[in-house]
């Protein structure tokens, strides 16, 4: 059994920051890539930034400059920080990660996904 826990969602200003966590949990070998990915009222699920293993980072248009993702290997965890908030940020983020997890002498990897923080941005 593997969970990924996020925290860090809340109401914020515009032009205001705040830091998403998402810390994985349960059988893991080891982490792949992980990210962040939100959905807005009304819309699809989007990529907000990804990072590998070794630290290669890639974010949406919509986000660069302003998000920056990070990761703590010995913790499964990874980070968002996300400053010069807009509005148009206003969504239920979600941690992924490519996990691979051990039962036993198998190896399996599959997509795990959080249950998602809300981040609203408003005055």
């Known amino acids: 059994q593997v969970q990924l826990v996020e925290s860090g969602g809340g109401l914020v200003q515009p032009g205001g920051s705040l830091r998403l966590s998402c810390a994985a949990s349960g059988s893991i070998f080891s982490i792949n890539t992980m990210g962040w990915y939100r959905q807005a009222p009304g819309k699809q699920r989007e990529l907000v930034a990804t990072?590998?293993?070794?630290?290669?980072?890639n974010y949406a248009d919509s986000v660069k400059g302003r998000f920056t993702i990070s990761r703590d290997n010995a913790k499964n965890t990874v980070y968002l920080q996300m400053n010069s908030l807009k509005a148009e940020d206003t969504a239920v983020y979600y941690c992924?990660?490519?996990?691979?997890?051990?039962?036993?002498?198998?190896?399996?990897?599959?997509?795990?996904w959080g249950q998602g923080t809300k981040v609203t941005v408003s005055s």
């Open positions: 990072i590998t293993r070794g630290g290669r980072t």
């Open positions: 992924h990660g490519l996990l691979t997890t051990q039962l036993a002498s198998s190896l399996s990897t599959s997509d795990s």
